[in-house]
């Protein structure tokens, strides 16, 4: 069976978790904006990375289909949230949820999420529910704080490369190592498997935001799905402004996206950037190592190679 097989039948899991959530005519003003976000379904790493982790430490995915739709379930309440302040009006080629309706609604919207989001989690069958609230209410407080420094970082001159990182930890991989975590506490496996298993979404989740932040320049617009350029124009301290000001002294923003490649290649920000990405990547996968040998364990890896090979 090939990854992108075993990984749709996952996803086919999680949609119809997601699917069982109340109708739109039960409440509609409440329901439908959070049903339609939910649709809007992209790559779902979060939930199926808590899904193949928990398999690979041995554990039900009829047990693991909680945790991971509480995951996808927060992660979606993030983006609601996040388009409201970003201002963007569309999310996955289609309206965000404040431009269909309007920012009451939305907000009210991503409250809901996040309220499906515990009610999911605490569901999940044989597990210590105190614990997993512990851990979930500290991943989404850090979350916030993520995306107020991300925020608060458009107003500052410079940011160093320890203040990106730490917004980046928050803001990212925070999420992603919740999400390992889940998998394996919901498969009662030891706590070293459970450590092993954070350190490892904690290094993908880095990696696949330096990338994401590469991408935004040097990615196919056709394959981004967005403008390229989108984090330069809205004045995002991504880790490629942070390099080349470290380097050069000259801000992102003053140049176009010709110009921008042409320093970043003479001051070898790139390479230095996907020097770093490699860097994370194989921290992720030093942490599997602790995993049995099996089945999930392989695409565990292989999903892994998947994302950071990603051209979007």
């Not at 649709?39 to 289909?65: C, E, F, S, V, Y």
């Not at 919740?178 to 979404?201: R, Y």
Request: aromatic share 6%; glycine share 8%; net charge negative.
């Amino acid at each position: 069976m090939s990854i992108n097989t075993q990984l749709d039948y996952f996803r086919q899991k999680i949609n119809q978790a997601i699917k069982a959530i109340p109708p739109q005519d039960k409440n509609p003003l409440f329901y439908e904006p959070i049903n339609y976000i939910n649709t809007l379904t992209g790559k779902q790493i979060r939930p199926l990375l808590t899904i193949i982790t928990g398999l690979a430490a041995g554990g039900n995915i009829d047990h693991l289909i909680f945790p991971a739709t509480a995951v996808e379930l927060l992660h979606n309440f993030t983006l609601v949230h996040d388009d409201i302040m970003d201002n963007d009006d569309l999310r996955r080629g289609k309206p965000t949820v404040h431009v269909k309706w309007d920012l009451g609604t939305a907000i009210l919207a991503g409250d809901g999420l996040l309220g499906l989001a515990y009610r999911k989690l605490l569901g999940t069958p044989g597990i210590d529910d105190l614990r997993m609230a512990k851990l979930f209410t500290e991943a989404m407080l850090e979350i916030c704080e993520g995306q107020a420094l991300d925020k608060s970082f458009e107003n500052i001159g410079q940011v160093t490369r320890g203040d990106y990182l730490m917004m980046i930890r928050k803001k990212t991989a925070m999420l992603i190592s919740l999400s390992c975590q889940l998998g394996g506490i919901t498969a009662h496996t030891g706590e070293p498997v459970v450590q092993a298993l954070a350190d490892f979404g904690m290094n993908l989740g880095l990696g696949f935001q330096i990338q994401d932040d590469l991408l935004d320049i040097y990615a196919d617009e056709s394959k981004l799905g967005k403008r390229v350029g989108s984090d330069l124009a809205m004045h995002k301290k991504t880790i490629v402004n942070v390099l080349l000001l470290e380097k050069s002294g000259f801000p992102i923003n003053i140049f176009s996206i010709s110009d921008l490649k042409k320093l970043l290649k003479e001051k070898d920000v790139i390479d230095e950037i996907r020097l770093m990405i490699d860097d994370y990547f194989s921290q992720a996968k030093r942490a599997l190592s602790i995993l049995p040998a099996n089945e999930f364990t392989t695409l565990l890896a292989a999903l892994t190679d998947d994302i950071k090979d990603r051209e979007k």
